[in-house]
């Protein structure tokens, strides 16, 4: 989907997909993070929580590729320029997470071949509650460039 083909207000879901021990072990492998929040059922069943969560960056990485497989963030866009996030409620393993975006603003760079696009992001869990919430602006670019 290039810049050109979105609209100011248009909606996407994608697809779900479940959160498992793996994945977050994978996680905790590549990134180093190896706190026992995540990966250790005695520790986390005296947190707050009661039982391990998945990484806040793990989740948002997953709503990346969510967006990417359902053809709303693909190989046009050049950048993610600006994030901000807010991880609202934890996700725990065996939850299962879409992604709500809103085109909420298109910017066009006449002296580029590419357009800013500000789209709005919900990641919603399985019990409809959104879990994190925030903003990504993406560089993309524009048809026929």
Known sequence: MYWDDLTEGTQFATSERS???EDVAAFA?????????H????YAADTRYHRP???G???????SGLAMQAGILGEQ???LATLEWRF??????DDRIHAKITVKRLRSLPSSDSGLAILAVEIINHKDSIVQTGSWQVLMQRCGK
């Open 77 to 79: 866009v050049t950048a």
């Open 29 to 37: 492998n590549l990134s180093g993070d190896t706190n026992p929040l």
């Open 88 to 93: 609202r409620e934890p996700v725990y393993i």
């Open 39 to 42: 990966l250790d059922t005695t």
């Open 57 to 63: 960056l793990f989740i948002l990485s997953v709503a």
């Open 19 to 21: 959160i498992t021990q």
């Open 53 to 55: 969560i998945a990484h």
